[in-house]
């Protein structure tokens, strides 16, 4: 078999594709079952970087983050490390975090102002808009060296969504409000519930995982199940009496959203919509929440929700924790988590957001402290020959999915691997879908 | 003539001083046993009850903007507690279902490099250290944790016991090489 050389739109040389596996026999979605294979065979994560994240709307920030022109911060798509910087235009823009002459970071700071991106290496230097400002001894290149074609690379799109910045390497993504979907509508009880928008608190948490990064973006998108039982030494900690998950929490009824482009939302419903924080629960005019978002939406996903944006954009509606899970390697993935508030939040409110977020999720979270001992541990009991090639049980709530006249969109019961599987299929067709950058033969 | 560290001990260490270096020292060690055995009921007594018990998240920044690489009241933090929210952290311990910590880990908790000075108001005194918290968990999980602690120390008025009233923790890591922090730094 001979494989016809394909170009990259970062490559000026032509590349051999590599060989893409068929993921197709690791699912049986119709009947839930799912083979653990995936999460972590190394040549079936290699084919996801390129088939998954590269062609994929990736998260990378908040608007908040970038007040002047020199702004910057420093995060990754997949395992590519990324600059994110306003430029003198005041537009965001978003580079490989990697110079052109022989591949070193150019910029190492996570965060922060400047003028340049300067090569530590050999000098290169680079403006807020990526372009090659500076070549030191550039005299010793040859006359058809040109700056211009050696300016940073730049993604395709970079687009935001109510103040969270999204990216993408393919130019032929749709663009991100039709990538997100349906799943709009959800997002925006997080993201709209002040006429000023959201901003974020200062500073990211960042961790790392011994866990395969598909196992967090799964259980953010459909698993209200393990709350119960995971956390149910936070649940006792919070309950008023102190005794733990009453019968009204196990059987909270709920509903779970599934979204055909892979993203899901898990939400309890309640007539009477509340924060966990006693002040930022204060804070909040429901009356005016319903009128501006709607009873369905205050009497659901703006409630102790989950959720995910395909791949790998999670978020707490409640918490205020928006966090995107960045895969490295089959076996890891490093957790990168904000505080999102509204921006027209005083700030005793503000704060108390923070603090009740830090204190319930995060490293130290109460909560997810008990995460995090999951998915190391369902990570490490796959390595052997069997137990990494068992049939994973999806089948919870299989044949209840329907359209529920209240929320857009299919959804189904609150206790359901629902966005689970939704969130497979999306996965499995972009694995065995070409990307753009297999089929540009330039 | 440049000052050397030890110029200070000879010329002017007193009886006092020795004795205050040792109770800090011994209340740190003590405070380590207690955290090393789970017993973190007895060691929030350690702590006064106007504490602030703070770690910031650690950020590279350009050499000049190092100012902000630290980060700073109000921002994103490791820990950010009061006595009560410590207590409520506490309280998940002992709820039997704490799966992070069940079965629990192994702790190691060593402070040394401990330097005492008065402080700002009377009867305080500033209290750094050096903390390496080694965590080992199930079989093979191991963590570390190094980093400094600047304590305000307050010696309260009826008993002369000396309480831990604020702790700053620098955790002297960027992303969090483990998977949580399920103890007390
Ligand atoms: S690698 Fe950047 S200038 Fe050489
Ligand atoms: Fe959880």
């Given at each position: 078999?001979?494989?016809?050389?394909?170009?990259?739109?970062?490559?000026?040389?032509?590349?051999?594709?590599?060989?893409?596996?068929?993921?197709?026999?690791?699912?049986?979605?119709?009947?839930?079952?799912?083979?653990?294979?995936?999460?972590?065979?190394?040549?079936?994560?290699?084919?996801?970087?390129?088939?998954?994240?590269?062609?994929?709307?990736?998260?990378?920030?908040?608007?908040?983050?970038?007040?002047?022109?020199?702004?910057?911060?420093?995060?990754?798509?997949?395992?590519?490390?990324?600059?994110?910087?306003?430029?003198?235009?005041?537009?965001?823009?978003?580079?490989?975090?990697?110079?052109?002459?022989?591949?070193?970071?150019?910029?190492?700071?996570?965060?922060?102002?400047?003028?340049a991106f300067t090569c530590s290496y050999h000098g290169w230097s680079y403006d807020t808009s990526g372009r090659l400002v500076n070549v030191p001894n550039g005299e010793d290149y040859p006359a058809h060296f040109d700056r211009d074609q050696w300016g940073l690379t730049e993604v395709a799109q970079l687009d935001t969504y109510k103040g969270l910045v999204f990216a993408t390497w393919n130019p032929q993504a749709?663009?991100?409000?039709?990538?997100?979907?349906?799943?709009?509508?959800?997002?925006?009880?997080?993201?709209?519930?002040?006429?000023?928008?959201?901003?974020?608190?200062?500073?990211?948490?960042?961790?790392?995982?011994?866990?395969?990064?598909?196992?967090?973006?799964?259980?953010?998108?459909?698993?209200?199940?393990?709350?119960?039982?995971?956390?149910?030494?936070?649940?006792?900690?919070?309950?008023?009496?102190?005794?733990?998950?009453?019968?009204?929490?196990?059987?909270?009824?709920?509903?779970?959203?599934?979204?055909?482009?892979?993203?899901?939302?898990?939400?309890?419903?309640?007539?009477?919509?509340?924060?966990?924080?006693?002040?930022?629960?204060?804070?909040?005019?429901?009356?005016?929440?319903?009128?501006?978002?709607?009873?369905?939406?205050?009497?659901?996903?703006?409630?102790?929700?989950?959720?995910?944006?395909?791949?790998?954009?999670?978020?707490?509606?409640?918490?205020?924790?928006?966090?995107?899970?960045?895969?490295?390697?089959?076996?890891?993935?490093?957790?990168?988590?904000?505080?999102?508030?509204?921006?027209?939040?005083?700030?005793?409110?503000?704060?108390?957001?923070?603090?009740?977020?830090?204190?319930?999720?995060?490293?130290?979270?109460?909560?997810?402290?008990?995460?995090?001992?999951?998915?190391?541990?369902?990570?490490?009991?796959?390595?052997?020959?069997?137990?990494?090639?068992?049939?994973?049980n999806y089948q919870m709530g299989l044949g209840l999915e329907a359209e529920d006249g209240v929320h857009p969109g299919t959804t189904g019961r609150l206790y359901s691997d629902g966005a689970a599987r939704g969130f497979y299929a999306r996965w499995r067709d972009l694995m065995n879908t070409p990307a753009w950058h297999e089929k540009d033969t330039r | 003539m440049s000052i050397h560290p030890t110029d200070e001990v000879t010329d002017t260490v007193t009886g006092a001083d020795i004795r205050l270096h040792f109770e800090v020292q011994r209340l740190y060690a003590v405070e380590a046993q207690l955290l090393d055995q789970h017993r973190y009921a007895d060691w929030l007594e350690l702590f006064a009850e106007d504490l602030h018990y703070w770690a910031p998240v650690r950020t590279n920044r350009l050499r000049r903007q190092q100012a902000l690489a630290d980060g700073a009241p109000g921002e994103v933090a490791i820990f950010d507690e009061t006595k009560a929210s410590l207590a409520w952290r506490i309280r998940r311990f002992d709820s039997g279902m704490a799966w992070a910590e069940d079965p629990p880990s192994r702790t190691r908790h060593l402070i040394t490099n401990i330097t005492v000075r008065a402080g700002e108001e009377a009867g305080e005194y500033v209290a750094e250290s050096a903390f390496l918290c080694y965590r080992n968990r199930l079989e093979r999980e191991v963590d570390l944790y190094a980093g400094g602690r600047t304590d305000v120390l307050r010696r309260e008025p009826d008993d002369g016991r000396l309480l831990i009233a604020r702790r700053t923790i620098l955790l002297d890591q960027n992303v969090l090489l483990a998977k949580n922090i399920s103890t007390f730094l």
């Open positions: 078999m001979t494989s016809t050389p394909v170009r990259r739109p970062v490559d000026r040389l032509a590349r051999v594709p590599e060989p893409a596996v068929d993921v197709g026999p690791y699912f049986d979605l119709d009947h839930g079952l799912v083979d653990r294979t995936i999460f972590g065979d190394p040549a079936l994560y290699r084919q996801e970087l390129r088939r998954v994240f590269a062609p994929s709307w990736l998260f990378l920030a908040h608007e908040s983050q970038f007040v002047k022109p020199g702004d910057f911060f420093t995060t990754y798509m997949g395992e590519d490390p990324v600059i994110v910087t306003m430029g003198k235009d005041r537009r965001l823009r978003a580079f490989l975090n990697a110079c052109r002459h022989r591949g070193m970071r150019v910029c190492r700071a996570d965060a922060g102002a400047t003028k749709p663009p991100l409000v039709e990538a997100l979907g349906g799943m709009t509508w959800y997002m925006d009880a997080m993201l709209d519930r002040d006429p000023e928008g959201t901003e974020v608190v200062g500073g990211v948490h960042k961790w790392v995982l011994e866990g395969n990064w598909k196992l967090a973006a799964e259980q953010f998108a459909s698993d209200w199940y393990h709350v119960n039982i995971s956390h149910a030494s936070a649940l006792m900690v919070m309950s008023p009496t102190g005794k733990g998950p009453k019968t009204e929490i196990v059987q909270t009824p709920g509903r779970q959203y599934t979204d055909p482009l892979g993203h899901g939302h898990g939400f309890p419903t309640h007539p009477k919509s509340r924060f966990d924080d006693r002040v930022v629960h204060g804070h909040y005019d429901y009356e005016a929440l319903r009128e501006r978002l709607g009873d369905a939406r205050v009497e659901g996903p703006m409630t102790t929700g989950h959720a995910t944006v395909f791949p790998n954009f999670s978020y707490l509606p409640v918490n205020g924790s928006i966090r995107v899970w960045h895969p490295k390697g089959p076996d890891r993935m490093e957790v990168w988590a904000w505080t999102l508030v509204d921006r027209s939040m005083p700030d005793e409110v503000k704060d108390a957001q923070r603090v009740y977020n830090l204190r319930t999720f995060g490293p130290t979270g109460i909560f997810e402290q008990d995460d995090g001992e999951n998915w190391s541990e369902v990570q490490a009991t796959a390595h052997g020959f069997v137990s990494g090639s068992m049939t994973l | -």
